[in-house]
């Protein structure tokens, strides 16, 4: 999946390709433009002295990713919006070109993060919601869920200190959805997400 932040997407470099478009007196690319790169790639939208900024998007010919959304000096940089060639979607913050900031995270299975961000991976609080309806909530620390947070079921809840991605430590409360509350201390008691890959 692409939210790990190992499948780096690079656009073109500026100077390549066909472009159409305003310029300043320098002749730099400055204002309103539209670029088709040599391999196939195209970008339509704000330049600053040379370097796509402002609003624009980058449609990727290959695998059919695409950027709407904010640069700064050649950079996704501000809010945009990120369909990776997996179709999995992430709408957030960028800064100099990394997921970083608060952002949601459409995966292509269908499961769901909304959280913070940092250097493309999750970093701070955030909650991860599965398709089957089961929630994680807690915080990432480089992409492991680490500290106080919970696991939310349909029929009950565990809250504890997490133990990686999928499990929580001993002890921890078990709360079922009649109110019902119980701390958990026997270790072969599973107090994590079943048939859920770690994520």
Do not use: C
Not at 63 to 69: D, K, P, T
Not at 102 to 113: I, M, P, Q, R
Not at 131 to 139: E, F, L, W
């Amino acid at each position: 999946m692409s939210d790990d932040g190992e499948e780096e997407i690079k656009e073109e470099e500026p100077s390549l390709g066909i472009y159409e478009g305003e310029r300043n007196e320098s002749k730099q690319r400055h204002g309103k433009g539209k670029n088709i790169f040599v391999n196939g790639d195209v970008y339509d939208g704000q330049y600053q002295f040379g370097a796509k900024s402002g609003y624009g998007s980058y449609k990727w010919k290959k695998g059919g990713a695409r950027y709407i959304g904010e640069y700064k000096n050649d950079l996704r940089h501000g809010e945009g919006y990120f369909i990776y060639p997996d179709g999995s979607k992430y709408r957030g913050n960028f800064v100099e070109g990394k997921r970083t900031g608060y952002g949601s995270y459409l995966y292509a299975n269908g499961d769901l993060y909304q959280g913070e961000w940092q250097n493309d991976v999750k970093h701070g609080k955030g909650v991860y919601l599965y398709k089957n309806g089961s929630k994680k909530a807690g915080t990432f620390v480089n992409g492991v869920l680490q500290g106080s947070g919970e696991i939310m079921q349909p029929d009950h809840k565990v809250q504890g200190n997490w133990a990686g991605n999928i499990s929580m430590d001993i002890p921890a409360k078990l709360t079922f959805s009649s109110g019902f509350s119980k701390e958990i201390t026997d270790p072969q008691f599973f107090t994590g997400i079943p048939s859920i890959a770690q994520t």
